[in-house]
């Protein structure tokens, strides 16, 4: 073994650790489409929900800060996915709810243009979605 | 560099509202300071993790988060932290008021 190949080595071992406690769905965030998206989530094919409520402004004036709040009444709701279809990467983000958590987050986010927001639960390991449009007048992805 | 966070915690309809604010840019790949966000967001309760959070580049700049948690008593610890791409990391804590 050549001591670069060693130090490459200990480079992947001291850097495995950090990986682990930071878990970041890469293939998930690095889609380009909302089907991809949930693919990348194992969350293909949901089923369309009533009990998934989203609160959100019908139009936003400012597609850098849109304010939404999202939660789910279906019993056994283990994770919220927040996916902006027209966004250049529709996954914005994923809450997993533990024990002693209530399936509720409310979040500013960014949109680059009037899109479907889609959420998708996930409740006793079945996924589920509730869909909702936000008209927005300026985007809010450049600058 | 990790700015300060604000966090309030408070009693509501028998649950605990957790108010977070982080500063950080979280600017995307197409603004000129190039991709810079937050990654993972975990809150606690006590010392046990009740949230954890993935969000991308598209979280609006300086994310504030509303969490509700379970019941809850006045004293109880809440504690919030995240981590973003390039490793930077901060956390705040806070008694339930």
């Not at chain 1, 480079?11 to 293939?27: D, I, S, T, Y």
Request: one cysteine or more; proline letters at 5%.
């Amino acid at each position: 073994m050549t001591r670069r190949s060693l130090l490459a080595l200990l480079g992947v071992l001291l850097a495995k650790p950090l990986a682990v406690l930071a878990a970041w769905n890469e293939q998930a965030f690095g889609a380009k489409s909302a089907a991809d998206a949930l693919k990348g989530l194992g969350a293909g094919a949901p089923q369309p929900s009533k009990d998934i409520l989203i609160e959100a402004p019908q139009i936003a004036e400012n597609g850098a800060v849109v304010p939404i709040e999202i939660s789910s009444s279906l019993p056994g709701t283990t994770s919220i996915a927040v996916i902006i279809e027209k966004n250049p990467f529709p996954l914005t983000g994923k809450f997993d709810f533990k024990d002693g958590a209530l399936p509720f987050v409310k979040l500013n986010v960014k949109m680059g243009e009037t899109s479907d927001v889609r959420v998708v639960a996930v409740a006793g390991g079945k996924p589920y979605v509730a869909t909702r449009e936000i008209k927005v007048t300026i985007g809010g992805c450049g600058g | 560099m990790a700015g300060p966070m604000k966090m309030r915690a408070t009693l509501a309809g028998g649950n605990t509202d957790v108010r977070v604010l982080m500063t950080h840019p979280m600017t995307t790949a197409q603004m000129k300071e190039g991709l810079h966000h937050i990654q993972n967001v975990a809150v606690k309760q006590n010392g046990r993790t009740v949230v954890e959070a993935e969000i991308s580049q598209a979280v609006s700049r300086n994310p504030v988060f509303t969490f509700r948690l379970k019941g809850g008593a006045k004293g109880d610890r809440i504690e919030v932290s995240w981590l973003d791409n390039k490793g930077e990391t901060n956390k705040i804590e806070t008694a339930v008021a």
